[in-house]
């Protein structure tokens, strides 16, 4: 019923900085919990953030922590990834994922979501 899109992917230099948006659609995401996963070549897709509760409680995983940030949108319906200090490590496929929960407990596996966008390639340089 959840319908997300991912946008805002391209190719940086290391030290840039890009912003992807994810635009939902289909259904309120009042009580839903908004994150972030990305997939590297070869690699298992794995946690990068998330973002639940009206106070919007964040949670980073220790790789980006400090240079990402998550946030959404007044209505909810739209989440952002503010990536700065990019570096090669970066390299990825973003997906932008969504859980509807009653709760603000954070969640960061990949299994605990239902709700997922189609992806968008982050290419850092360098």
């Known amino acids: 019923q959840v319908q997300l899109v991912e946008s805002g992917g391209g190719l940086v230099q290391a030290g840039d900085s890009l912003r992807l948006s994810c635009t939902a659609s289909?259904?309120?995401?009042?009580?839903?919990?908004m994150a972030w996963f990305r997939q590297a070549p070869g690699k298992e897709r794995e946690f990068v953030a998330a973002?639940?509760?009206?106070?919007?409680?964040?949670y980073y995983t220790d790789s980006v922590r400090g240079r990402f940030t998550i946030s959404r949108e007044n209505g909810k319906s739209s989440v952002y990834l503010q990536m700065n200090s990019l570096n090669a490590e970066d390299t990825a496929v973003y997906y932008c994922?969504?859980?509807?929960?009653?709760?603000?407990?954070?969640?960061?596996?990949?299994?605990?979501?239902?709700?997922w966008g189609q992806g968008t390639q982050v290419t850092v340089s360098s």
């Open positions: 994922a969504a859980l509807e929960l009653l709760t603000c407990r954070i969640y960061t596996r990949v299994r605990d979501y239902n709700y």
């Open positions: 289909g259904r309120t995401f009042s009580q839903y919990a």
């Open positions: 973002i639940v509760c009206s106070t919007g409680i964040t």
